[in-house]
């Protein structure tokens, strides 16, 4: 969700709703080349009409930055199914309720966080200018935002790390949806072709869940995460 749409669709009394993939963010590397790839093809120039990603060669070079064959498959299908760019336009049906439901199956990736892994993360300043941002936006159009850490395939080894990142986003004065399983899930039939991406069965229980939580206002305090995390050392 970018803060310069808000305007374009948020009304009064509205709640905006910032899902995270927990188990994706690194500590702080910023916004991967892959990244930056991918919101290039998406907005084009666009993208840097903000004072969050800066125009400048070292963006540019990322974004050209790449080994032949890569090159070589993407203007292939870019030249033969221009409106195709992503796996998920080959087989996708969008339903008028707004449920986009795809066909597509893959090999699941069960996440362990390996032992060991040393319990930090910073914010990237980027984010933080941006999450501020649509706090702002959120405000002026007299509605409120929230965050809640979206289900992911994987073990519970990741909780103390998720934990960290809803205190992470409570000190920025977010209110963090309560899942005491802080988004780790280990049913594979909630998902689809991947760890991130919930199956019409575990669709409708993380939306039954989420919208039982959002009306009975249950956020997490710091107090609480604080605890947990002490819990975990």
Same mark, same amino acid.
């Given at each position: ?108 990736? %069960?996440?362990?966080? $390996?032992? +060991? /892994?040393?319990? *930090?993360? =910073? ?72 760890? %991130?991406?919930?199956? $019409?069965? +575990? /669709?409708?229980? *993380?939306? =039954? ?25």
């Amino acid at each position: 969700m970018q803060y310069r749409f808000i305007p374009q669709i948020f009304t009064k009394g509205d709640t905006l709703i910032i899902g995270l993939r927990g188990t994706l963010l690194p500590a702080d590397n910023g916004m991967t080349d892959m990244g930056l790839k991918f919101c290039f093809r998406i907005m084009g120039m666009d993208m840097f009409n903000n004072s969050i990603l800066p125009l400048n060669f070292k963006n540019l070079s990322r974004i050209a930055r790449g080994n032949a064959g890569e090159w070589s498959m993407f203007f292939t299908k870019l030249l033969a199914t221009p409106g195709n760019m992503y796996k998920y336009d080959q087989d996708t049906i969008l339903h008028d309720s707004g449920w986009c439901e795809n066909r597509l199956h893959g090999q699941l990736d %069960y996440k362990v966080l $390996p032992p +060991g /892994t040393p319990l *930090q993360l =910073r914010i990237h300043d980027n984010l933080r200018s941006m999450l501020t941002k649509t706090q702002q936006e959120c405000a002026v159009k007299g509605g409120t935002c929230c965050v809640y850490i979206f289900a992911n395939y994987c073990s519970p080894s990741y909780t103390p790390y998720l934990a960290l990142l809803a205190l992470k986003y409570t000190d920025m004065g977010f209110k963090v949806v309560k899942d005491e399983s802080f988004g780790c899930y280990t049913d594979p039939t909630d998902f689809a072709d991947t760890g %991130y991406h919930l199956s $019409p069965q +575990g /669709t409708l229980k *993380q939306s =039954r869940k989420l919208a039982q939580k959002l009306k009975n206002q249950e956020f997490w305090t710091r107090e609480e995460l604080a605890t947990i995390l002490r819990y975990y050392g």
